[in-house]
């Protein structure tokens, strides 16, 4: 049943000219004919002796780039350098000091384009594979470690509000309870974890390890109060005055999806991603009708898009059943803003990728379904403002494409709910939330605090997760200078 | 968990429920729907809130069943508990003194109409009601809708109760007979009759207002299942509705719509009788 990953293979030749060296170890996973019939997680994960064999790749650098190349600066070495010692729970205590969601990230980061990238290791061979070890120290310390209380300053009484459950939310969380600090989170959907449980579908990230990292912070005394909408049933303002919140941290993401503005986008079989994957992933409309919420499996499926929501979007198509799932990317192969492990991941399942073309238009049947979708070929002209070669259309080149469905997973912007019911709360044009530095995440409203996807616009839970930390270091602060009278 | 303190059975398949929900209802403004979840199996779907009693922190709940969902939630029974309930949600209805006001409701949509006819009348404005059903057995609402309008006309399709016809005919009725001066309609109902409402005050140019029930997931304007084309423009029925002009309304198109999931509410529906 398993099937070795293709890296295995690729040191081979190097092997006969250089002396014999410990090739990047293979994560091995469910075969792809077998995975694309279930929504269990594809990678099993390193065995011990893998970890270990990995483990022993790093060099140990003296000035480790990994560390720069990580946005919540985890001490990469040092933890590596304890699974190879053995002492895996140690390594565990290690990543754990800066990142409070290892199982997530070691799943969902794109290390290729962080730590990994910058390994010394990789300039000669391929990098050593950082983010398996870290996901291996994450699991091994669930299966085998005792929930460790962290060092907890004394309780101070202040009350700090959290908008929004997802990997920012989260991590503030888990900073300010250990501050002392009184702490809620409001989540607006009925179970917490944000985008982690909504739009990362199961066999990317199993939801059993979210709610196992939520379960954790609640241990420490975190409070979660779900089917809470801030802007509707309570405001900012009424947070701060009427129920005694101190300070606000806003990280209620990127939800708001997006549409292409081309005819035939309110057809019966056109989903935006977000409603896509929250009913397969939150509501798990693929055990329907086990679970209520409904999901069509369509055998011919399009989505729209070249990033990570993309290949979720397309790849949950093929598991309900889709014999042709496409993805339609304006631009190359090559500036597929994708995880390159979720890229082959699709395509060692089968999906089609038809890339440099544009959709121009949904095409309907006469009761208002979809029936096919028109694109026109793509080329790459001159960089735009993203580095990127820009996509411009080949005149006469329009095709159609036979489908029943379109998921459209173009990005996501900033859902207007609470900007629009905090007056003072500046925004910018696009509605993200305006902050003085990301490092504080300051506001022009005294007290309140935004950081992720609000502030940034739609890109990664590391990210978000590294400004849920960053902030809560800035409220702290905050509620510090407030008590003495600042 | 969200506890059911009464049960009212109005009909064979049209209950209602009195649900404690304090932060609910100290929000809640005429027009909002809440989006309930019965467990952990279940499906999100909205609902329009019929009442609130802030004295004693509730709202109420009234609902047809009509698949799986409200199926379930009808069987549930006074102090059971529903796991979820998010809101309030949607833009209040907007309220002011527009004169007279014509306040239309179909089915089981007189119960979401109820709170906004209290509201314009307490605005100063003078409410003609006009409440319509199949048949005198399921009409829903008619004390409280004729204690809280100026006037209450009531159609039924069989003729069994009230004027025979349709609350259309009662409204041409208001305009071509009787000559009213309507300033606004608001129409709550069944898609079809918000539709032919909406035929009938075009031509006079009555600002007509209707109340969208459409499929929703989030309820908070993440998903966009609930997209409708208002004057060509694709809106949120979740955050920009549910209330819309409703001559700018695609009626068609949201018609269409609503029907994305029959094929395996039957299934559900199936199942469900059988359990």
Redesign the interface.
Known sequence: MTSPNEEEKRPENEKKEKRPKIPRQPMHGQDPAVRIRNFDEVPYGYTDELAKLESSRCIQCKKPFCIEGCPVRIDIPLFIKKIKEGDILEAARVIKRDNCLPAICGRVCPQEDQCEKVCIVGKKEESVAIGRLERYVADYEAKHGRFEMPEMAPKTGRKVAIVGSGPGGLACAGELIKMGHDVTVFE???KPGGVLV?GIPEFRLPKAIVQREVDYLANLGVKFM????VG???TVDELMEKDGYEAIFLANGA???I?MNIPG??L??V??A??YL??SNL??AYK???????I?RWKNVAVIGGGNVAMDGVRTARRLGADNAYIIYRRSHNEMPARKEEIEHAEEEGIQFRMLTNPIRILGNK??WVRGIECIKMELGEPDESGRRRPVPIKGSEFEIEIDAVVMAIGSGS???VASTTPDLKVNKWGNIIVDREKTGRTSKKGVFAGGDIVTGAATVILAMGAGRNVAGAINEYLVYKAIGW | MYEIVEKKVWFNEIKEFKIKAPLIAEKQKAGQFVIIRINENGERIPLTIAHKDLDNGTINLLFQEVGKTTMDLGRLNKGDFIMDISGPLGTPTHIERYGIVVCIGGGIGVAPLHPIVRAMKSAGNNVISIIGARTKGILIYEDLMRATSNELLITTDDGSYGRHGFVTDELKNLIDVRKIPINLVVAIGPPIMMKMVCRVTEPYKIKTIVSLNTIMVDGTGMCGACRVSVGGRTRFVCVDGPEFDGHQVDFDEMIQRQRQYLTEEKIAVERCKHK
Do not use: C, Q
């Open positions: 607006a959907l009925h909504y779900m089917n809470f909408v509707k049933i309570r939800g708001l999806p549409f986008e309110n019966n079989g989903y935006s977000n409603e929250t009913r509501m798990k329907f009708p086990d679970y209520d919420t409904p069509k009761d208002g859902n207007p709910l």
